[in-house]
Nanobody
Framework: QLQLVESGGGLVQPGGSLRLSCAAS????????IGWFRQAPGKEREGVSC????????YYADSVKGRFTISRDNAKNTVYLQMNSLKPEDTAVYYC??????????????????WGQGTQVTVSS
């Protein structure tokens, strides 16, 4: 119960696109804010984007603003991260996370309780 399962990672050329999915089970996703994070080797985990429970509010890190889009389909208990114009520096393991806590934006790891397993994104020519 209360699991997040990620998919959609892979290898893509610079300038290409990927769409990550985070499917929730065991709980109603509409009650949770969802965040996307990434971590490259030797780097701290970085907040990428987050979305509130209804999808009416979103946040993007400056490094991805204008290139990434977060969305959710609460009927399917799924959150998406559309990644366009990918750069080599986007290479990382990407994680989704969920929490019912107050506060906005929720852009730090400590603000989330439930986490997915992570999916590798590699941007290279």
């Amino acid at each position: 119960q209360l699991q997040l399962v990620e998919s959609g990672g892979g290898l893509v050329q610079p300038g290409g696109s990927l769409r990550l999915s985070c499917a929730a089970s065991g709980f109603t996703l509409g009650a949770y804010a969802i965040g996307w994070f990434r971590q490259a080797p030797g780097k701290e985990r970085e907040g990428v984007s987050c979305i509130n429970n209804s999808g009416s509010s979103t946040y993007y890190a400056d490094s991805v603003k204008g290139r990434f889009t977060i969305s959710r389909d609460n009927a399917k208990n799924t959150v998406y991260l559309q990644m366009n114009s990918l750069k080599p520096e986007d290479t990382a393991v990407y994680y989704c996370a969920a929490d019912t806590g107050m506060g906005w934006p929720k852009k730090y790891s400590y603000e989330y309780y439930y986490w997915g397993q992570g999916t590798q994104v590699t941007v290279s020519s």
